[in-house]
């Protein structure tokens, strides 16, 4: 393992098909690089992913592994910190897609390190576009832009006219990184486009978000490993979708001959309590006798309620949703069931 994660020397080779496209992913080791490699993967793309030196390799590839595509992937040392890294991985690679997946992604986190936050976040898509603009590449690039963007909604239903109201140093964050994608099109005629995704889980999802503490939760409490789950407020509602169905969004969005950006949502919003009610009901349980509310999980601000109308990625992408919110909690309450009964 430790091999794989030494440097660009140990990327795969491209086999001598020609037509093969290169695509450089960066936060691989989260839920959506694992995803959009395995698309990717099966398209016959080759596919790199940064990664940053860490004292837990096996973090890097926990999520591919988890697909059995860890050998598949090739892994590039590098971090959306540092321009110089970024800069020598894309002279290297030469990929012909980008994707800016990496981020410091969990909101809470984000009052505790809101300058981590923005440089990651926020300053990371700074660095990556203006590696390529000093290249003078043209890989085309996709900026994975948030519904938190929304954050204080101006509209029921939210769409790509929508204004924006961030509400943590994460959305602010993740609004520069949307901007600045915009700004490099219009300014240089990138193909660069912004997927403005709302929450998307699925087994891979980390154990910090809601739906997976959930899930969690609700397997520990099955086998007897857990009595009871504190959350913290049941009445915020997100249009939740499966990551599997959203990474096609954002394929689909690079092989449009114009960029441009685009919602990508289900058009449903549920509250995290009817999640619970979903979940525990999978596993045959009622979640009112477990769920406790717990007010160290709420947050300074709160984004109520998410509801996206992702119409254009519909008409121009011919993308739409495919996996149901049901389907969804009883494949990840599943997940965590066989995890956990893991020895
Ligand atoms: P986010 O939409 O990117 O912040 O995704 P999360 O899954 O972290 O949070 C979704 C919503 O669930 C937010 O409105 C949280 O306030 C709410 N929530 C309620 N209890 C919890 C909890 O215990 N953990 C997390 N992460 N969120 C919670």
Not at 192 to 211: D, K, M
Not at 213 to 225: C, Y
Not at 244 to 272: C, F, H, N
């Amino acid at each position: 393992m430790e091999k794989r994660l030494a440097n660009e020397d140990n990327y795969p080779p491209s086999n001598g098909a020609k037509a093969m496209k290169t695509a450089l992913i960066t936060g691989i080791s989260g839920q959506d690089g694992a995803y959009l490699s395995q698309l990717l993967l099966a398209k016959g793309y080759r596919v790199a992913g940064l990664v940053r030196r860490s004292s837990n390799a096996e973090k890097a590839v926990e999520r591919l592994r988890w697909l059995g595509l860890e050998r598949e992937v090739g892994l590039v040392d590098g971090d959306l910190t540092d321009l110089s890294s970024l800069i020598r991985v894309l002279a290297k690679l030469r990929p012909d897609e980008v994707y800016n997946l990496g981020a410091q992604s969990f909101v809470a986190l984000s009052w505790q390190q809101p300058i981590l936050t923005g440089e990651v976040t926020g300053m990371g898509a700074f660095n990556m576009l203006e590696a390529i603009r000093l290249l003078e590449m043209k890989p085309r690039f996709y900026q994975a832009s948030s519904s938190e963007m929304y954050g204080l909604v101006q509209a029921p239903l939210q769409s790509e006219t929508t204004p924006f109201y961030p509400r943590s140093p994460y959305a602010v964050s993740k609004l520069a990184a949307h901007w600045i994608t915009v700004n490099y099109r219009e300014s240089f005629g990138m193909h660069a486009s912004s997927g403005i995704l709302f929450n998307h889980e699925s087994p891979l999802r980390g154990i910090e978000f809601v739906t997976r503490k959930i899930t969690d939760g609700v397997a520990r409490i099955k086998l007897g490993l857990a009595t009871h789950l504190d959350l913290g407020n049941l009445d915020a509602a997100r249009d939740w979708g499966h990551a599997r169905d959203y990474v096609k969004a954002m394929w689909l969005m690079m092989q449009q001959e114009v960029p441009g950006d685009y919602v990508v949502a289900t058009g449903r919003s549920v509250t995290i309590r009817e999640f619970c009610s979903l979940a525990f009901g999978h596993a045959g349980l009622n979640h009112q006798d477990y769920v406790r509310v717990n007010p160290a999980f709420f947050r300074p601000a709160e984004v109520d309620c998410l509801k996206g109308d992702a119409s254009k990625a519909r008409e121009t992408l011919g993308w739409v949703p495919e996996i149901t919110l049901e389907e969804l909690a009883a494949e990840m309450v599943e997940a965590d069931l066989r995890r956990l009964r893991q020895p």
